[in-house]
């Protein structure tokens, strides 16, 4: 099966920084690499998503970058302001189903 | 519409009990996804659905969880009996065939065994 890692598993950075997260996948088969963002006690929540027919994908200030052959996939949050502040994972879909990275909790210092 | 419905909210037992977590997919999806979240072991997918049946259970961690769709507003998480250890929160996804690939979570059940 699938299997996702993600790092670092936490970030701080002080605001209008920029913030990378990286994660990698073993199934060279899967084909949409989504990235949900949970606030503390909140739902997981899609903010971004890329094919495997894509190489980058941007909206607003949030960006993500896949590289197929690597197997690697990134978010970049640019301009970070405190509301972004929250844990994030990655995840990828080999089959119909997900697998999760185990996330990153980033922190944006005011 | 309403989103993903799930019940209760937050349920607090003791060990031995029977434990039933109920959810309500957004209309039209016909997939429904179970997770449980831990510190520990972060999201990790339980089983789930296609048209009301289920496609994979792997992740069940034991006998002691079951898992039923009758119809396709509704599905349960049932486990028994109930453990420390499985203390957790548990959501609830739903999403459209694989081409619309977004999954739409539910508010969660936070659950406590004693």
């Known amino acids: 099966g699938e299997n996702v890692e993600q790092h670092p598993s936490t970030l701080s950075v002080q605001e209008g920084d920029s913030a990378v997260i990286k994660c990698t996948y073993s199934?060279?088969?899967?084909?949409?690499f989504p990235w949900y963002k949970q606030e503390l006690g909140k739902r997981p929540q899609l903010i971004i998503d890329?094919?495997?027919?894509?190489g980058e994908k941007k909206d607003q200030r949030i960006a993500v970058t896949l590289n197929k052959t690597a197997k690697h996939f990134s978010l970049h949050i640019t301009e970070t302001q405190p509301e972004d502040s929250a844990v994030y994972f990655c995840?990828?879909?080999?089959?119909?189903?997900?697998?999760f990275g185990s996330g990153t909790r980033l922190q944006v210092q005011p | 519409d309403a989103g993903v419905i799930q019940s209760p909210r937050h349920e607090v037992t003791e060990m031995g009990q029977e434990v039933t977590l109920r959810c309500k997919p957004i209309?039209?999806?016909?997939?429904l996804f179970w997770y449980r979240q831990t510190m520990m072991r972060g999201l990790e997918l339980l089983i789930y659905?296609?048209?009301?049946?289920?496609?994979?259970d792997s992740g069940m961690p034991e006998d002691r969880f079951s898992a039923k769709m009758p119809n396709a507003s509704f599905s349960t998480l049932k486990i028994q009996p109930s453990e420390p250890r499985d203390s957790a929160v548990y959501f609830c996804?739903?999403?459209?065939?694989?081409?619309?690939?977004?999954?739409?979570f539910g508010p969660g059940t936070r659950l406590t065994v004693l």
């Open positions: 995840a990828a879909r080999g089959g119909r189903a997900l697998t």
């Open positions: 209309s039209g999806h016909d997939y």
């Open positions: 890329i094919r495997s027919n894509v």
């Open positions: 996804a739903s999403s459209l065939t694989p081409k619309n690939n977004e999954q739409f």
């Open positions: 659905f296609n048209n009301n049946v289920p496609i994979d």
């Open positions: 199934d060279s088969a899967s084909n949409y």
